[in-house]
């Protein structure tokens, strides 16, 4: 499909100097605050967001993710969007739109250094929530992690339908192989960032 132009979600990940989240908490807040844009009744049939959202997820479910702290976090609270506060971790998602009429607030914000230092992830929360797993193979920043993330999540979410609470944990494979066989979605990149096109970068279940 041509895409003139492509569209986009943008994600903001707040990243302070001084006290910085960890790298699975951070894509975990990125994947759910995706999940949690969709499911938002402004989203839905009727609602103010809904045609946008639908003219996006009918194209390639583009994600840029973005580092924002300070007074440029503070700024974008007035934009369309939701705000999720995970676990240390504080990620808005924004209502999807065309790459060249982003708004400034967002524009600004610079796409590089988004990478955190690796973490073990905690252990799993109850029952049900979307396991999104990452490929431990593929070198992809956090920024690019947590993106990735977001898409394991919508692809599930639009798979399996909305799973109560919405809660994701994001892992790295020890196994990939076993990961892959058990998922119910796979990402595979579009190559615009960091990775080669096609790359299998994420593969997400719902345990239940």
Do not use: N
Not at 75 to 102: N, Q, S, W
């Amino acid at each position: 499909m041509t895409e003139d132009p492509p569209w986009a979600m943008q994600l903001a990940l707040r990243i302070e100097k001084a006290a910085p989240p960890s790298h699975l908490a951070i894509c975990e807040a990125a994947a759910m605050a995706v999940v949690r844009l969709l499911t938002d009744p402004r989203s839905a049939p009727g609602g103010e967001w809904h045609d946008a959202v639908a003219a996006w997820e009918s194209r390639r479910i583009r994600k840029v993710a973005r580092r924002a702290r300070g007074a440029r976090w503070e700024a974008l609270a007035a934009l369309p969007g939701v705000l999720v506060d995970h676990d240390g971790a504080l990620a808005r998602a924004f209502v999807p739109g065309p790459v060249t009429e982003v708004p400034p607030e967002i524009s600004k914000l610079q796409v590089g250094g988004t990478d955190l230092p690796r973490d073990e992830p905690k252990p799993p929360p109850e029952p049900p929530y979307a396991l999104v797993t990452l490929d431990p193979g593929v070198a992809m920043t956090t920024g690019k992690s947590a993106a990735q993330s977001g898409h394991a999540a919508q692809l599930l979410l639009r798979a399996r339908g909305e799973w109560p609470g919405l809660r994701v944990r994001v892992v790295e494979a020890d196994d990939w192989a076993r990961s892959v066989a058990e998922a119910d979605v796979a990402v595979r990149d579009g190559g615009f960032t960091e990775v080669a096109p096609g790359t299998m970068t994420a593969v997400a279940r719902l345990i239940s």
